[in-house]
């Protein structure tokens, strides 16, 4: 997991990077300490979720939020869920009413 939080740090440093932007423009535009963004950046995991989520909307990087955890992109929970499903259809014990 501390891997991943890193890769995601990494990222958000290039991002900022690329858009030219001290640490401290990027932590006064996300409205957070400069060491909040600093840990943000390290992949720190004791960082809270909103900094991350503040980091990524200063940048103009919302719209990645909307993929993060998106069940449509989730094979294995789809897979998972598709195995839990019935396999047969139960037939009404009720007979259908021809009346139109």
Known sequence: MKDGAQ???????????????TLRELASRAGVSYDTARAVEAGNLQTG???????LWAMGLESEIQAFADPERDDEGKQLE?????QRVRQNKEPLDNDF
């Open 7 to 21: 890769r995601i740090g990494e990222r958000l440093s290039t991002a900022r990077k690329r858009r030219r932007l």
């Open 82 to 86: 598709r195995m839990r499903l019935p």
């Open 49 to 55: 979720l909103g900094a991350y989520l503040a980091v």
